[in-house]
């Protein structure tokens, strides 16, 4: 009897749809009985024993009987979970579909059904028959007639789905997931939640945005190629970009570092071209040389070095990544370089297709930079982390070799631009608030950490660039070894007074000894004037020069000669800036007439690298910048910042522009002065009572002197040509002024 009643209860838990008519006489009439149960579209097999008799009632011969349970096995079949370890291409999830008539199908609806009910406005429970959700078990939607249903799918599953490449990813409610092992029975159903299947992965998704995320993170590491057979993959996800005649393959999401392993920013080009003109500059002193670039990203640097600079350079490309690496060896083939596998073994150079006529070969290694820089040498360092690159400094200058030449590219601008003061405190050990020139101030904090970590290593530097742009700071270092040069260049660190009422400036005074007055050293009174402290102490800052002349000179004649656009305007401007003149006084010569007389040796070269730099070593600038609107007189009209700066000269005072500040005046001139003459310029935005004259002049008055200020810049240009016979001028001046010296 306890048999029996098994039996019974369990055709009872059956549902009513999945039992035909006519089969409640049949299932008494069973001599053994029989237990069905469809779960997840399985039908599972029962045995129940009566009178010692054990009758069993197979899987086909329900099938037979029970037609109903067919197509709803079918269908529930592939909502189970797919397996990620079987080979694809695979069949689909039923809750990825294309269109919601597709989603409708699976629930045996036949296309137009709910229209065209509609529009005859019919019954739909005469029409119809309740039908489940294909995306929904039976304990959490119960079947329902057509026009519930469409709504339900509509509104539940469509509504809410994930849309990739045509298709939709809806959410699904079947047990797909897996099941906790503290839960059995009923409670399994309870515990169940919504979820999406991955197109790409076949993986479980539960919230909807972490689903939108898990597809970004596929298409920015390039899989997009879906494991079933319905999604077309697409041929190629790599985009090819040309800069200075190299091309590279990049991936999607290129120049969002956090996202792709392949690092490229296009707006790094300037910085790219200044880098490039420094390494042939060192070229030109000895070759070959030996450079690195420690992290490659696509490999574009390393590759326009070698592609440009050819036998006179060997390059190395270093990167940590495994696709960083896969990813410069594809564009070393595609601009037809060699790559050098191993350093160890020389039999390991990959071949070259037939017909390529390139030789070069760049070496590729995968390894932490410090260990790279820690195991060789080299003449030519260029360090461009994610951030700072403080990290790397010790290591830079360990192994670097005597007058070689680093160069480091920082980006953490938030910290270095003292938005983030805290940050620059933690990395380079420095106190800074936001001044007029927090520019100079971030080069100069750059510059500060790079020689307390040369000093470590028993090694000076020699500034030949400091630049700071937008994006990032670049610092170009020439590597002195010695003792005596450490010395040297540790004294160049001082802090800095800085007036935060006026903000006048000024390094502190050398020496050990602790002053009474520290507000005695600044040229401003405004301690006096004002009631309670007025000066901060900033640094400890680089209180050198910046910029060595003879050194840019030369790097602009490389910018001319390799066509390098972008990097001869800011060339320019920073000759005049480290001659500390305008441009009409900016005067060019030839920087390697020394060397036409006969080729000397590379030995000899070196040895008088060191003459040369004494000798390119002019008058150091004058520290800072003012900008002209931060001084600006109140109810005045300021001067023409050109007009200005020969007042300035005027006055006797050395003056030019900087790149730092587009409205910056770098002047020898103490801020009072700056001030007076900037006062005795400018005049009053009204009219009445000027004895000058009207300031507000009409049209006609304006255009006319528009029209003779362009006829005295177009008459100094030519003065300028007709005395300069080194022909490099020529080639500078032919393209127009540049955006940092552009006349206002």
């Keep these: 009897m306890a048999a029996e009643e098994a039996a019974e209860a369990s055709l009872a838990r059956l549902s009513p749809e999945r039992r035909q008519p006519g089969r409640e006489d049949d299932d008494e009439n069973l001599e053994g009985g029989g237990e069905t149960a469809a779960l997840n579209g399985v039908v599972v097999s029962g045995k129940v024993k009566r009178n010692n008799l054990d009758v069993k009632v197979t899987e086909s011969e329900l099938e037979t009987e029970e037609k109903g349970t067919e197509e709803e096995s079918t269908r529930e079949s592939d909502s189970n979970i797919l397996d990620v370890s079987s080979g694809y291409p695979r069949e689909k999830h039923i809750s990825i579909q294309r269109h919601l008539a597709d989603l409708e199908k699976l629930a045996d609806l036949k296309e137009g059904e709910f229209t065209m009910a509609v ?8 029409t119809d028959e309740k039908k489940p959700c294909p995306l929904c078990p039976e304990e959490k939607f119960k079947a329902c007639y057509s026009h519930k249903l469409h709504r339900h799918l509509q509104n539940l599953h469509w509504k809410v789905s994930v849309e990739f490449e045509g298709y939709r990813m809806c959410i699904c409610h079947l047990p797909c997931r897996p099941v906790k092992p503290n839960l059995i029975g009923d409670q399994t159903f309870s515990k169940m939640g919504a979820h999406y299947h991955c197109i790409i992965c076949s993986a479980t ?46 991936l999607p999401n290129y120049s969002t570092p956090q996202k792709t392993d392949s690092y490229f920013n296009p707006k790094m080009k300037l910085n790219r071209q200044l880098i490039f003109c420094a390494l042939a500059v060192l070229a030109e002193e000895r070759k070959p040389i030996e450079c690195l670039d420690a992290f490659g990203a696509t490999g574009i640097m390393g590759l326009q070095w070698a592609k440009h600079l050819r036998s006179s350079v060997k390059v190395t490309i270093n990167d940590c990544n495994e696709n960083s690496v896969t990813m410069i060896h594809e564009n ?88 983030a003061q805290h940050v620059a405190l933690r990395h380079y050990g420095c106190n800074i608030v936001r001044t007029e020139y927090y520019k100079e101030l971030a080069a100069r904090i750059v510059i500060a950490a790079v020689t307390r970590a040369a000093a470590r290593c028993n090694k000076g530097i020699e500034v030949l660039l400091a630049v700071a742009l937008e994006h990032f700071v670049l610092v170009v270092v020439r590597v002195l070894r010695g003792p005596s040069p450490a010395d040297d260049s540790a004294k160049k660190i001082r802090y800095l007074i800085h007036c935060q009422w006026c903000e006048e400036r000024i390094f502190q005074k050398e020496g050990n000894m602790v002053e009474e007055n520290p507000y005695q050293q600044l040229p401003c009174d405004c301690h006096g004037s004002m009631p309670g402290k007025t000066a901060v102490v900033l640094g400890p800052l680089w209180s050198g020069a910046l910029f060595n002349t003879g050194f840019l000179r030369r790097m602009l004649f490389e910018a001319v000669q390799y066509g390098l656009d972008e990097a001869q305007p800011l060339l320019k401007t920073l000759v005049c800036e480290a001659e500390c003149t305008t441009l009409k006084h900016f005067s060019t010569h030839s920087p390697y007439d020394e060397n036409k007389q006969g080729k000397r040796k590379s030995d000899e070269v070196i040895r008088n690298a060191g003459k040369r730099q004494k000798s390119e070593n002019s008058a150091e600038h004058p520290a800072f910048y003012y900008n002209i609107h931060r001084h600006s007189i109140k109810g005045m009209n300021m001067p023409k910042l050109n007009k200005f700066l020969n007042y300035l000269s005027e006055a006797g005072y050395r003056v030019s522009r900087t790149h730092f500040d587009p409205m910056g005046v770098r002047t020898n001139a103490p801020l009072a002065q700056f001030k007076t003459i900037l006062m005795k310029y400018s005049t009053p935005t009204y009219a009445g009572g000027q004895a000058e004259g009207p300031v507000h002049l009409t049209e006609d008055v304006q255009a006319g002197e528009q029209v003779q200020a362009a006829a005295d810049c177009k008459a100094e240009d030519d003065e300028f040509l007709e005395d300069d016979k080194s022909g490099v001028a020529v080639a500078m001046f032919t393209k127009d002024y540049p955006t940092h010296c552009a006349a206002d």
């Excluded at 596929?218 to 079933?228: A, D, I, L, P, Q």
């Excluded at 050098?340 to 990959?350: A, F, I």
């Excluded at 070496?363 to 820690?374: L, Q």
């Design 119 to 126: 529009s005859q406005n019919t019954d739909l429970h005469v």
């Design 332 to 419: 070393c083939h595609l601009n037809k370089m060699k790559v050098k596998l191993n350093t160890k073994e020389d039999d390991n150079d990959e071949a070259m297709r037939d017909g390529e006529e390139n030789t070069d070969t760049i070496e590729v290694t995968k390894m932490d930079a410090n260990v790279i820089m820690h195991l060789r040498s080299f003449d030519f360092i260029h360090l461009d982390p994610f951030g700072t690159s403080v990290n790397y400094l010790d290591s830079a200058f360990r192994n670097v070799r005597n007058l070689g030449i680093v160069s480091l590219t920082s980006t953490d601008i938030s910290s270095l631009y003292a938005k």
């Design 205 to 250: 998704i539960t919230r909807r945005t972490d689903m939108i995320g898990h597809i970004n993170r596929h298409v920015n590491k390039g899989e997009t190629e879906s494991r079933f057979i319905t999604v077309p993959a697409p041929k190629s996800s790599h985009e090819v970009l040309k800069e200075s005649a190299t091309d590279v393959q990049v």
